[in-house]
């Protein structure tokens, strides 16, 4: 009789250990799938580290790009200055009259000022009226440049064409601005 006795707690003792082994099996499995969606998220978070890696590269070389632009946009803004100086120290006698005076050789292939109003399209933005001014005021230089003889005797004179073509770097900069400017705004409403 203590034979079926041990025999019976035996098997009460191995079909617990059969229910404990099931449970255990239950939450092996549940550990291994937590363990397959940790190593998917590890390999999510490696690849949006890489794509961080190169956003940060391409701001950098943005950031590069903006300082030079920046040291280009002071520089212009200097020699619009001394432009804005010397337009104001100039005679205001048209350039017409300048022309008439210079030796006659020089007057057949000195360039003739056009009106400005007459061909001067409609400003729609500030930026187009800015450049609209600045041509206007490249007009009137080219005709005060015009006589080389004049030009080279007036002090200051050999400067214009200096400053005329830093007036030109100065608005391709300007455009070239306006441009990245519309081009961020456009990536930054684009996100």
């Known amino acids: 009789m203590t034979g079926l006795i041990l025999d019976g707690v035996l098997m009460v003792l191995l079909v617990a250990a059969l229910g404990y082994g099931v449970r255990l099996e239950r939450k092996l499995s549940a550990l291994r799938a937590g363990q397959q969606a940790f190593a998917s998220a ?33 520089k212009a803004r200097e020699v619009k200055a001394q432009l804005e100086g010397l337009i104001a120290r100039a005679p205001s006698a048209p350039a017409r009259a300048v022309v008439e005076e210079a030796p006659l050789e020089l007057r057949a292939v000195a360039p003739r000022p056009v009106p400005v109003a007459a061909t001067a399209p409609v400003a729609t933005t500030a930026d187009d009226e800015r450049a609209l001014r600045m041509a206007a005021l490249a007009e009137r230089i080219q005709g005060m ?45 684009a996100a």
Not at 50 to 73: P, V, W
Not at 176 to 184: E, F, G, K
């Open 42 to 74: 590890v390999t999510e978070l490696n690849t949006a580290a890489g794509r961080a890696e190169t956003a940060l590269a391409t701001l950098r070389a943005s950031g590069h790009e903006t300082d030079l632009l920046h040291d280009r946009i002071v």
């Open 145 to 189: 440049a015009a006589p080389a003889v004049a030009r080279a005797q007036a002090p200051g004179g050999s400067n214009v064409s200096a400053i005329l073509g830093a007036m030109t770097a100065n608005q391709a900069a300007k455009q070239s601005l306006n441009q990245a400017r519309r081009n961020l705004d456009e990536d930054l409403f």
